[in-house]
Antibody
Framework: EEQLVESGGDLVRPGGSLTLSCTASGFSFSSYWMTWVRQAPGKGLEWVANVHGDGTVKRYLDSVKGRFTISRDNAKKSLYLQMNSLGAEDTAIYYC??????????????????WGQGTVVTVSS | AIQMTQSPSSLSASVGDRVTITCRASQGIRNELGWYQQRPGKAPKLLIYGASTLHNGVPSRFSGSGSDTDFTLTISGLQTEDFATYYCLHDYDYPRTFGQGTKVEVK
C-alpha cells in the first residue's frame, strides 16, 4: 500500500526551530517530486515547498524562503522540512504529499495524488 | 503570485442536489487547475486535474470545466460523503496557490 507518514510536529517557542519528517512506503520514492502543504487552524491550504526526485531542485513559498529548507534522503525514503525562526504564523498542520506529473498532450499537469495524515506544529510562548 | 478566488465560501445543500463551485484565477492559467476535497480532520484528496479530468476512482458525479481564468466544479447528485470543503489549486507556475475553500454543508 502506498503511504506517507509525517512526524516531528511539536510545540515550539517563537524564534525556535523544528524539523519535520515524512516517510514513504509502497512506491518508488526517488521517482517523484515531493511537496509540503500546510493548513493553519480553521484556515485553508497553503503550498509551502517542493523538491525534485533527485533533490537538486527546490522551490519555496516566499514567506518561508530563507527560513525553511526542504530536503530528502532517497535511501531512507524520507522527506524533511527544516524550519527555523518560527513565528506564530507558522502554526499549522503540515502535510507531505506526492507530487505527480501527468502528461496530456503537450502539457504536464502537476497533482498531489497521495497525502500523509499531517503533523501539528504549534508556535507559542 | 497568481491569486485563486473561490465562490461561494460556503453553501448549504441536500442529498441529491446539484452543487456548483467556481474558481477564478487572477491571470490565465490555461487548464492547469485541480480540485481537492477535504473532509473534517482528514488530509485533502485529489478529485480532478487538468480542469476536467477525473482522478482514478473519483465518482462520475464530480465534473470540472473551464479554462484560462474561470473554472467550475460540479457535483451532480450530492451524496452524504460529499459534505466537505473543496479547494481549487493551480499548477501553472510557482508558487502554487489554493483557493480559499468552499464548505459544502447540510441544509
Amino acid at each position: 500500500e502506498e503511504q506517507l507518514v509525517e512526524s516531528g510536529g511539536d510545540l515550539v517557542r517563537p524564534g525556535g526551530s523544528l524539523t519535520l519528517s515524512c516517510t514513504a512506503s509502497g512506491f518508488s520514492f526517488s521517482s517523484y517530486w515531493m511537496t509540503w502543504v500546510r493548513q493553519a487552524p480553521g484556515k485553508g491550504l497553503e503550498w509551502v515547498a517542493n523538491v525534485h526526485g533527485d533533490g537538486t531542485v527546490k522551490r519555496y513559498l516566499d514567506s518561508v524562503k530563507g527560513r525553511f529548507t526542504i530536503s530528502r534522503d532517497n535511501a531512507k525514503k524520507s522527506l524533511y522540512l527544516q524550519m527555523n525562526s518560527l513565528g506564530a504564523e507558522d502554526t499549522a498542520i503540515y502535510y507531505c504529499a506526492r507530487d505527480l506529473d501527468i502528461k496530456m498532450g503537450e502539457i504536464f499537469y502537476d497533482v498531489f495524488d497521495l497525502w500523509g495524515q499531517g503533523t501539528v506544529v504549534t508556535v507559542s510562548s | 503570485a497568481i491569486q485563486m478566488t473561490q465562490s461561494p465560501s460556503s453553501l448549504s445543500a441536500s442529498v441529491g442536489d446539484r452543487v456548483t463551485i467556481t474558481c477564478r484565477a487572477s491571470q490565465g492559467i490555461r487548464n492547469e487547475l485541480g480540485w481537492y476535497q477535504q473532509r473534517p480532520g482528514k488530509a485533502p484528496k485529489l478529485l480532478i486535474y487538468g480542469a476536467s479530468t477525473l482522478h482514478n476512482g473519483v465518482p462520475s458525479r464530480f465534473s470540472g470545466s473551464g479554462s484560462d481564468t474561470d473554472f467550475t466544479l460540479t457535483i451532480s447528485g450530492l451524496q452524504t460523503e460529499d459534505f466537505a470543503t473543496y479547494y481549487c489549486l493551480h499548477d501553472y507556475d510557482y508558487p502554487r496557490t489554493f483557493g480559499q475553500g468552499t464548505k459544502v454543508e447540510v441544509k
